[in-house]
């Protein structure tokens, strides 16, 4: 008896320049009436129709970068969604490869492939080094800026990604804007660390969409002498007690000498101390596994030096008097 054919849908994402339609080759009976909507600014649904027969689907992305991501899912499937960023592609535009194969396991007898090739549906709208510094008193505030291009612009957000375009989740309008001489920016209330959130920027004539990455001020060192070493200590955001998001990054030089950096958990470090040294101190705060896109950027630079009869060599922002 011979053994029944399971036709299996496969997919594949590239970044490639394209258009909208579907291509296919000569093979194993292909899926039919492939086409792609656009759901909103962020999400396209792409759907077609299976060949006769027990159907599944086993999706692979492939990013820009080349690395594969291989998020597979089996089922009786005639469509997808997925969220596509404009600051994730390059060419403006994404292709999916659908094909069949007789069974998940082997795709060495595959169907013609029918690519589906997406188009972004407008020009991108300028704007460039976002920023969005978390609030310090809690994790549900974010306040935003960015470089304008030459058009005015309009931001709204939502939660993104984790299957988030299958509830009521539409965008919503920053409406708490403000303007600078080089930045504008906007205060979003409501958004918070943990989750993930996408930002669209809109002009007249075109819009382009990123993924918000949170932001940390940077941490203050404070430096004291204690026992023949030097004690470092910062402090934590407010919130920090509730959510273990970060670790911090010491680095100092001595004597103008190579730099050495430590990683910190708690938020105080001590370094033997040499009286005939000039040390220097920088500090930032780096992501850790529960809390991947938050970071921030390098604080100043802390000098500590001893001070003979009032009289320092070099600049200092610490010196105590012997």
Same mark, same amino acid.
């Given at each position: 008896?011979?053994?029944?054919?399971?036709?299996?849908?496969?997919?594949? &994402?590239?970044?490639?320049?394209?258009?909208?339609?579907?291509?296919?080759?000569?093979?194993?009976?292909?899926?039919?009436?492939? $086409?792609?909507?656009?759901?909103?600014?962020?999400?396209?649904?792409? #759907?077609?129709?299976?060949?006769?027969?027990?159907?599944?689907?086993?999706?692979?992305?492939?990013?820009?970068?080349?690395?594969?991501?291989? !998020?597979?899912?089996?089922?009786?499937?005639?469509?997808?969604?997925?969220? &596509?960023?404009?600051?994730?592609?390059?060419?403006?535009?994404?292709?999916?490869?659908?094909?069949?194969?007789?069974?998940?396991? /082997?795709?060495?007898?595959?169907?013609?492939?029918? &690519?589906?090739?997406?188009?972004?549906?407008?020009?991108?709208?300028?704007?460039? +080094?976002?920023?969005?510094?978390? /609030?310090?008193? !809690?994790?549900?505030?974010?306040? %935003?800026?960015?470089?304008?291009?030459?058009?005015?612009?309009?931001?709204?957000?939502?939660? %993104?990604?984790?299957?988030?375009?299958?509830?009521?989740?539409? @965008?919503?309008?920053?409406?708490?804007?403000? #303007?600078?001489?080089?930045?504008?920016?906007?205060?979003? +209330?409501?958004? *918070?660390?943990?989750?993930?959130?996408?930002?669209?920027?809109?002009?007249? =004539?075109? @819009?382009?969409? @990123?993924?918000?990455?949170?932001?940390? =001020?940077?941490?203050?060192?404070?430096?004291?002498?204690?026992?023949?070493?030097?004690?470092?200590?910062?402090?934590?955001?407010?919130?920090?007690?509730?959510? !273990?998001?970060?670790?911090?990054?010491?680095?100092?030089?001595?004597?103008? *000498?190579?730099?050495?950096?430590?990683?910190?958990?708690? #938020?105080?470090?001590?370094?033997?101390?040499?009286?005939?040294?000039?040390?220097?101190?920088?500090? $930032?705060?780096?992501? !850790?596994?529960?809390?991947?896109?938050? @970071?921030?950027?390098?604080?100043?630079?802390?000098?500590?030096?001893?001070?003979?009869?009032?009289?320092?060599?070099?600049?200092?922002?610490?010196?105590?008097?012997?």
């Amino acid at each position: 008896m011979s053994r029944a054919v399971e036709f299996v849908t496969l997919l594949t &994402l590239a970044a490639v320049m394209s258009a909208c339609r579907g291509d296919a080759a000569e093979g194993l009976p292909s899926p039919t009436n492939v $086409s792609c909507i656009w759901l909103d600014r962020l999400t396209v649904n792409v #759907s077609w129709l299976n060949p006769i027969g027990k159907k599944y689907i086993r999706q692979l992305e492939k990013p820009i970068s080349g690395k594969i991501a291989d !998020n597979t899912k089996c089922g009786v499937l005639t469509h997808f969604t997925a969220e &596509l960023l404009t600051e994730n592609i390059v060419s403006g535009e994404w292709t999916y490869l659908i094909w069949t194969v007789e069974d998940c396991d /082997d795709q060495s007898h595959g169907s013609p492939k029918v &690519l589906q090739k997406i188009k972004i549906p407008e020009p991108r709208a300028e704007v460039n +080094d976002i920023k969005c510094l978390m /609030d310090q008193e !809690n994790a549900s505030g974010m306040n %935003c800026s960015w470089i304008p291009g030459d058009q005015p612009l309009t931001l709204s957000y939502r939660s %993104c990604f984790k299957d988030a375009w299958k509830k009521d989740n539409k @965008f919503k309008p920053c409406n708490r804007t403000y #303007s600078g001489p080089t930045r504008n920016g906007c205060y979003l +209330d409501d958004v *918070h660390v943990l989750e993930d959130t996408c930002m669209l920027f809109e002009t007249r =004539e075109g @819009f382009s969409t @990123f993924q918000l990455k949170p932001m940390l =001020e940077p941490p203050e060192l404070s430096v004291i002498e204690e026992g023949g070493e030097l004690k470092l200590s910062w402090p934590q955001p407010n919130f920090a007690k509730h959510i !273990n998001c970060w670790n911090s990054t010491v680095c100092y030089s001595k004597c103008n *000498h190579s730099k050495e950096c430590r990683s910190i958990v708690l #938020s105080e470090m001590r370094v033997p101390y040499d009286k005939s040294c000039r040390y220097d101190f920088w500090s $930032s705060f780096n992501r !850790n596994i529960y809390c991947p896109n938050i @970071f921030s950027n390098r604080s100043k630079v802390v000098s500590y030096v001893k001070c003979i009869l009032n009289r320092c060599v070099g600049p200092v922002k610490v010196c105590p008097i012997s």
